[in-house]
């Protein structure tokens, strides 16, 4: 059974850079097959995808956030990271890592995730 | 980009037969995924491809989807189904890849 979760400080200056570490249990990232990401919710609010990584690195972003995200793999600890920059108030979330799974029609999913993280932007 | 709507809440009796709807341009010819969330707890997948379940996701749990709406059916609503409830399509026809529709409230009355 894959497992995920979240770590890293749950309070953040504006202006800094938000970093999380998502370390997966269960799997190796390394195995390929998977891509691994990170989705985002708001308080009270919808799901919102932030960005995925394959384990050899290769990334694709929101496009809404593209400009502040980078994610990163290592492999070697089994984890993946996020970080984004120059954040605010309207970053405050909830911070979710989840695996992709690819479907029948090649079309992914979410199958896995972990249990979520408060991130909250404040001074 | 993909615009996913459902209705903001749906109320249904134990027992009964609660439907959502997750409506989109020409949803029938992507596949559809539904994700459960309760309070305070991560998205749980409960329907892929339209009409699979995972492991351990209860029968009672089905989809369909056709033109431009998908539906997630909860057969025999029971207490512990009360959630929201999102869909997912993947849109490789736009630059976000991953369109989560509004979310729906299922209460148990």
């Not at chain 1, 997966?24 to 009270?44: D, F, L, M």
């Not at chain 2, 989109?24 to 699979?52: F, T």
């Not at chain 2, 059916?73 to 976000?96: F, K, M, N, P």
Request: charged share 15%.
């Amino acid at each position: 059974q894959v497992q995920l979760q979240e770590s890293g400080p749950g309070l953040v200056k504006p202006s800094q850079t938000l970093s999380l570490t998502c370390t997966v249990s269960g799997g190796s990232i390394s195995s390929g097959g998977y891509y691994w990401s990170w989705i985002r919710q708001h308080p009270g609010k919808g799901l919102e995808w932030i960005g995925y990584i394959y384990y050899s690195g290769s990334t694709y972003y929101n496009p809404s956030l593209k400009s502040r995200v980078t994610i990163s793999v290592d492999t070697s600890k089994n984890q993946f990271s996020l970080k984004l920059s120059s954040v605010t108030a309207a970053d405050t979330a909830v911070y979710y890592c989840a695996r992709v799974c690819r479907g029948s029609s090649s079309d992914d999913y979410f199958d896995y995730w972990g249990q979520g993280t408060l991130v909250t932007v404040s001074s | 980009s993909y615009v996913l709507t459902q209705p903001p809440s749906v109320s249904v009796a134990p027992g009964q037969t609660a439907r959502i709807t997750c409506g989109g341009n020409n949803i029938g010819s992507k596949s559809v995924h539904w994700y459960q969330q309760k309070p305070g707890q991560a998205p749980v997948l409960v329907v892929y491809d339209d009409s699979d379940r995972p492991s351990g996701i209860p029968e009672r749990f089905s989809g369909s989807n056709s033109g431009n709406t998908a539906t997630l059916t909860i057969s025999r609503v029971e207490a512990g189904d009360e959630a929201d409830y999102y869909c997912q399509v993947w849109d490789s026809s736009s630059d976000l890849f991953y369109v989560f529709g509004t979310g729906t409230k299922v209460t148990v009355l």
